[in-house]
């Protein structure tokens, strides 16, 4: 199974433009051949093939000598990727590819002959390391690097492969997401949501507003554009960062973790605008949740939300049809339960994935919540639920 890691990379100026070389050569080869092939396809109804192109790259290098400057192999990769467009465009899977502008996303690839050290990258045709800070270690089995830039900042995405593994389950942990919290655990602990957009709600509007007096075209509106692209990147990090230090505490508590589906097409569809943010951020916090739980070799397990978590009661089983989005107590008519409706989801979410996994649901034991404490070392807000024991 290939999965990626996206570490942040810190190269210093002489790196750093070679890297902007990149992105612009690894563009043009990009742009100079889809339009060669796009020509050639017009004036003789006839396809490039992929290893035309390839022959074409040598001869382009005699013409263009800046571009030996540039990892071959980085020049390659953007032929290949030209050709996985164009076999997509004949086989009527995406449409026609489009040239590459310097304005859009910025990346080249490294397929081959990169090495990492704790705390550096070596790729080719760099002359020294780049340094790169992740608290993850780094994957044995790596496939490829992407070097990215968003905004001011470079990235390196690294692709590894990873054998799956029967999750255990010992030590499990049901969660459920939430909108009015940002997640709540089968052991009672509420984790409260983030609300960085309403501390930067002011700043926010104060900036958009000065951009909107500036001068369209203007040097005045490409810095006020650059300065609030620096304020989301400033939300961004505010909300990665507590994304990594709530992923990281349930990571290191528990082996089994069993969290519901993200259904991404919904998300996209979702007209409901509060749940869509939420979605969106807990696509980021699952994401890490997934890495960190792989590297500790424990198992992140996911089930699907048509399994009504939130109607069905913890303690007796008892499905509750009439229960509404706005009830924040779950009431159970049958065995009297009386519980935080998150908390009832977490628990039976962790029930469900004890069933998926084979075994049985455990016994009631209390729980001391060792997640509490790292949470509010972390300085995070949460809240502790009391937990009733189920009916036995
Ligand atoms: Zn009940």
Same mark, same amino acid.
Request: aromatic letters at 4%; a positive charge.
């Given at each position: 199974m290939i999965k990626t890691l996206k570490v942040r990379i810190y190269p210093d100026e002489e790196q750093r433009i070679l890297i902007e070389k990149h992105f612009g050569s690894t563009r043009f080869v990009w742009n100079y051949f889809l339009e060669k092939r796009t020509k050639e396809y017009h004036n003789n109804g006839k396809a490039l093939s992929k290893f035309d192109a390839l022959k074409g790259l040598t001869a382009l290098k005699k013409q263009y000598?800046? !571009?030996?400057? *540039?990892?071959s192999q980085s020049l390659q990769q953007s032929l290949m990727k030209l050709d996985t467009a164009f076999r997509a465009f004949f086989k009527h899977n995406a449409q026609y590819p489009k040239f590459k502008s310097r304005k859009g996303n910025q990346y080249f690839i490294v397929p081959q002959h990169f090495s990492f050290s704790k705390s550096e990258i070596r790729l080719p045709k760099f002359k020294r390391e780049i340094k790169f800070k992740d608290k993850s270690p780094i994957p044995k089995d790596v496939k490829q690097i992407v070097i990215i830039r968003d905004v001011h900042r470079y990235y390196a995405s690294i692709l590894y492969e990873r054998d799956e593994e029967m999750p255990k389950g010992d030590g499990i942990i049901g969660i459920d997401m939430g909108i009015k919290s940002f997640l709540t655990t089968s052991d009672g602990v509420q984790v409260e949501p983030l609300n960085v957009y309403r501390k930067f709600e002011k700043k926010l509007k104060r900036e958009h507003r000065r951009l909107s007096r500036r001068k369209k075209g203007s040097n005045n509106r490409r810095k006020q554009m650059v300065k609030l692209q620096k304020l989301y990147q400033r939300i961004r990090d505010a909300r990665t960062d507590f994304n990594h230090k709530v992923s990281t505490a349930i990571a290191k508590h528990y082996d089994t973790v069993v969290a519901e589906d993200l259904n991404i097409q919904g998300m996209a569809q979702n007209h409901n605008l509060a749940k869509g943010i939420a979605d969106q951020r807990w696509y980021q916090f699952k994401q890490m949740l997934r890495h960190k739980m792989e590297w500790r070799n424990a198992n992140l397990i996911e089930i699907g939300r048509y399994e009504q978590s939130s109607k069905i =009661? &913890?303690? =007796?089983?008892? *499905?509750?049809?009439? !229960?509404? !989005? &706005?009830?924040g107590t779950y009431h159970c008519d049958l065995c009297g339960l009386e519980m935080d409706r998150d908390l009832n989801a977490a628990i039976n979410i962790r029930n469900i994935g004890l069933i998926k996994i084979g075994k049985g649901i455990p016994e009631f034991t209390p729980v001391e919540i060792p997640l509490a404490g790292y949470l509010s070392h972390e300085g995070i807000s949460y809240v502790s639920l009391k937990q009733e024991p189920p009916m036995l």
């Open positions: 000598v800046w !571009l030996t400057e *540039i990892n =009661c &913890s303690r =007796c089983g008892n *499905i509750k049809k009439d !229960l509404k !989005l &706005s009830d």
